[in-house]
């Protein structure tokens, strides 16, 4: 199985600062083929199912604002939330759809510092 | 609208069955494939279970392997999860998700599953 590994676990940030939020692979999760990241980004809000933010590591999901992005490849994930609103509090998980069994990360809770 | 909505969570003693029911509407449901994940009380999401389209090809997590079966009915539109010998730690909230436009891009509100005496 494809482990994932976020860091931080927690990440309290100020306010209109940058928020970067780590995800570590077992193993790839690049497929050679199409050259494409097996690895989304989802946002969790108390008491609502997870939300798509990125897809393929580093396509913003429509109508996620454009302050959030993803990078990395390989096994070396990034979200960047580039200027922390206070609506962006909540989990944060990656989650590698290369191969099952679909691992997510432990998730990672942003807070207003 | 596109919508999932899952149905069947409740109450069941160990060792007991339920089956969960994920009514697709808005789509195309027989075009995608489709997944369960489940969530513990205050844990982390973790993948289930995925269905081809056309419902020939599954795949499961490995602590549920052998106890839940997920399966589909195009016709009507419907993803289910049978799940038999449960046990306390199958407690969680269960979701069903697809690939609709992107991978796991549509996702339920959920349906609760206790399992306890």
């Known amino acids: 199985d494809i482990v994932m590994t976020q860091s931080p676990d927690s990440l309290a940030v100020s306010l209109g600062e940058r928020a970067t939020i780590n995800c570590k692979s077992s193993?790839?999760?690049?497929?050679?083929?199409?050259?494409?990241?097996?690895l989304g980004w989802y946002q969790q809000k108390p008491g609502q199912p997870p939300k798509l933010l990125i897809y393929?590591?580093?396509t913003r999901e429509s109508g996620v604002p454009d302050r959030f992005s993803g990078s990395g490849s390989g096994t070396d994930f990034t979200l960047t939330i580039s200027s922390l609103q206070a609506e962006d509090v909540a989990v944060y998980y990656c989650?590698?759809?290369?191969?099952?069994?679909?691992?997510f990360g432990q998730g990672t809770k942003l807070e207003i510092k | 609208e596109v919508q999932l909505v899952e149905s069947g969570g409740g109450l069941v003693q160990p060792g007991g069955s339920l089956r969960l029911s994920c009514a697709a509407s808005?789509?195309?449901?027989?075009?995608?494939?489709m997944h369960w994940v489940r969530q513990a009380p205050g844990k982390g999401l973790v993948w289930v279970s995925r269905?081809?389209?056309?419902?020939?090809?599954?795949n499961d997590a490995d602590s549920v392997k052998g106890r839940f079966t997920i399966s589909r009915d195009n016709a009507k539109n419907t993803l289910y999860l049978q799940m038999n010998s449960l046990r306390a730690e199958d407690t969680a909230v269960y979701y069903c998700?697809?690939?609709?436009?992107?991978?796991?891009?549509?996702w339920g509100r959920g349906t609760l599953v206790t399992v306890s005496s």
């Open positions: 998700a697809s690939t609709y436009l992107r991978p796991f891009d549509l």
């Open positions: 808005g789509f195309t449901f027989s075009n995608h494939w």
């Open positions: 269905i081809n389209s056309d419902g020939i090809s599954t």
């Open positions: 193993q790839s999760v690049l497929y050679s083929s199409n050259n494409k990241n097996n």
């Open positions: 393929w590591a580093s």
């Open positions: 989650q590698q759809y290369y191969s099952t069994p679909y691992t």
